[in-house]
């Protein structure tokens, strides 16, 4: 109701009370489709009219906050000239201040398409904030002079009133289109006067009978009512009406229909409405901030349970580690009943009395080659089932995990509420890997990676970008890694703050990293060059990624990312 037409109504009475006569010292913007004009009083006043759409306001307090680093000067015709008077339009939403030299500054509040221009006398439009190139020289209606704003500018006469109409189901939608300066809220308000029974939500459910009955005189009597107790109010204490910690409504006067809701009372309207804009921002950045990180809790949660189907059928899979040891130890057994060139053979299997089992052969191997082959599948199977069951167990714990943040984020619904979610588990959601926006945009453009010890290794995604890790964004003793004798990335754990040395494990991953992003991946065990990265240099001439060290060690590891990142 920041924007309603009696709001407005009252702020160009209270424009005009307080800033007739002032001049005029400067126009400018400092923040996207705001307009501020500072007056002087003689100390100076600020009046700031916002043309955003879901923010529609006039407001005026004491002071002058232009930052001159971001801002821009407008009307510049207007500097040192005097406001005459402000009034608002008696048709519609405009407040017109009367400047002197006989020009109009007209403030148009139509939410989206709200603007701010200066006319002549005529109705030219000379200058305006927004979309100037179209608006300049073009007229529009201009109301030169104040108009008492009376009753029959709201409310049509009682023979002109709906009468049938009203025996509809919608009467808060007939009501608005009768009474257009009403607005929603006043609507509500009228037809709540009227009827018996409301919702929790405070929405009209039905009227009085009767008002069913079409007696349209006892809408009209109490719109009435409402309408002169607006027009006559003198001394505003605008209200803010919460659901909790929420603004749910602006109001110039106590609203029935609202009673159950926290109240809140202010001075004045420019005091009431900068608390009601201060209010709704913080609950939209409140709303906004839970969409996120509720969206990505739910997203990571999704991931979380395909990945473990995943695991859980790769373990499926390495589970045949048994069957190969089996097979290994049979064919060493009877290495004399197996020649070269068979395809399968069937033994007895000596650990089950009476079965055969069917052991498939590669050709070309000996007896003692293809044995060779099951013992190393064997080994891997295993190993690869460990691998799995220990991923398995940190993707669960981490499903857990989700869940619970999920469930206990169901219901919350203000902003203090949400404030105590976040210094409750806001560490939690960090350390699963959540970030701000403003965070993602602050990364080093490298690959990340946590290692034991909460080290921070990363690792370079081309030879440029090799380049700048290694020589542009790694200080003199942060350890380097590369693979020797292959390419690939160069690898950098960051020292230094309160982590203390790297342990063994930590240097170990880093190399494992290192060895994982190069052409030798694939490789069991990859040789991984160890430097501190003031021993790095680069060769003069030489193309991008390639260095020199003068000092290095070598660490023999598996290629692999930290089991966080795996």
Not at 166 to 181: E, H, M, R, S, Y
Not at 297 to 302: H, N
Request: charged fraction near 25%; glycine fraction near 4%.
């Amino acid at each position: 109701m920041i924007s309603n037409y009696f709001t407005l109504l009252h702020t160009a009475n209270l424009l005009h009370q307080r800033y007739a006569r002032t001049v005029i010292a400067e126009i400018y913007s400092q923040d996207k489709n705001t307009l501020s004009i500072v007056l002087y009083t003689p100390e100076p006043h600020t009046i700031t009219i916002s043309c955003t759409a879901r923010e529609n306001y006039i407001v005026a307090r004491s002071g002058d906050f232009r930052q001159r680093k971001n801002s821009v000067g407008l009307f510049p015709e207007l500097i040192d000239k005097h406001i005459e008077s402000v009034y608002i339009s008696a048709a519609d939403r405009t407040i017109y201040m009367k400047i002197s030299g006989n020009q109009w500054l007209c403030t148009d509040m139509f939410a989206s398409k709200s603007n701010v221009m200066l006319c002549d006398d005529r109705g030219t439009i000379i200058d305006a904030f927004l979309n100037k190139k179209e608006l300049i020289s073009t007229k529009r209606e201009l109301q030169k002079d104040e108009q008492i704003i009376t009753i029959e500018h709201i409310l049509p006469p009682r023979d002109r009133f709906p009468t049938e109409e009203f025996g509809n189901d919608d009467f808060l939608k007939l009501l608005k289109k009768a009474v257009p300066k009403l607005g929603t809220t006043l609507a509500n308000e009228t037809l709540f006067r009227c009827s018996s029974t409301v919702n929790e939500k405070s929405k009209i459910s039905s009227l009085d009978s009767r008002v069913r009955g079409n007696d349209n005189d006892l809408i009209f009597s109490i719109t009435n009512h409402i309408v002169k107790e607006l027009l006559s109010l003198k001394d505003i204490s605008p209200v803010i009406y919460f659901d909790e910690q929420s603004p749910v409504c602006f109001s110039l006067l106590p609203l029935t229909y609202l009673s159950s809701y926290r109240m809140e009372q202010y001075d004045d309207i420019f005091i009431g409405t900068q608390k009601f804009i201060s209010f709704e921002r913080s609950t939209s950045s409140f709303i906004q901030k839970k969409k996120e990180i509720v969206g990505w809790l739910t997203k990571e949660l999704e991931k979380a349970v395909r990945t473990i189907r995943a695991v859980e059928s790769e373990l499926s899979e390495s589970s045949r580690a048994e069957q190969y040891q089996l097979f290994a130890n049979l064919l060493t057994a009877n290495l004399h009943l197996v020649t070269k060139g068979m395809k399968s053979v069937s033994l007895e299997n000596s650990y089950i009395e009476n079965e055969k089992v069917v052991i498939p052969l590669d050709v070309s191997l000996s007896p003692q080659k293809n044995a060779g082959r099951f013992y190393d599948k064997a080994k891997k199977s295993k190993t690869a089932k460990e691998e799995s069951q220990l991923h398995l167990t940190t993707l669960k714990k981490r499903e857990s995990i989700l869940k619970d943040l999920l469930e206990k984020s169901n219901g919350i619904n203000e902003s203090v509420s949400w404030k105590n979610y976040l210094h409750s588990y806001g560490g939690v959601v960090k350390e699963l890997g959540y970030m701000t926006e403003k965070e993602h945009k602050e990364l080093p453009p490298f690959k990340i990676f946590s290692v034991e010890g909460g080290f921070l290794v990363y690792a370079g995604k081309n030879s440029a970008n090799n380049d700048l890790l290694t020589f542009k964004f790694a200080k003199p003793n942060d350890l380097w890694f590369h693979a020797r004798g292959s390419s690939g990335s160069h690898v950098v754990l960051k020292l230094g703050g309160s982590q203390g040395t790297p342990s063994k494990k930590a240097i170990e991953q880093a190399a494992a990293i290192a060895a994982y992003y190069s052409k030798m991946k694939n490789a069991k065990h990859v040789p991984v060059a160890m430097t501190e990265r003031k021993f790095v240099h680069k060769p003069k001439g030489a193309p991008a990624g390639t260095v020199a060290l003068d000092r290095e060690k070598v660490i023999f590891v598996k290629p692999l990312l930290p089991n966080n990142e795996a």
